[in-house]
């Protein structure tokens, strides 16, 4: 066999690696039995996120904190749940949110949550 030969098997060999080690995760079966539950802390008025929030979850007790980008996220079984957060705000005081979410399976439910940073 000429050395040209052996490159061109190699570097077809080595592409068919390549392609499968890159497959794309969105062709993969998500569970049906889990989704996923972001919560979001915004304050609206400043066009910002906002970190260091405790969101919890029950039933379950799944606590987070927000990070930077404002987003606590958690995988969940599909059910219903209570989304719980004290997020601070200038005028009232805290704001105590208590929202009730269905997470489904394979989806995605989004809450948002906003606040005033006037009090941080």
Known sequence: MRIRDVVVSLLAVGGLVLLIG????????QDPTMGTLSALVIDEGLDQPVENVTVTVTPGDFVQETGSD???VFELPAGEYFV?????CAGPGNIEYHLSVTVDGGQTTRVKMTACLGCL
């Open 22 to 29: 890159c497959s794309d995760d969105s062709e993969k079966p």
């Open 70 to 72: 404002g987003l606590a």
């Open 84 to 88: 719980d957060a004290s997020v601070c």
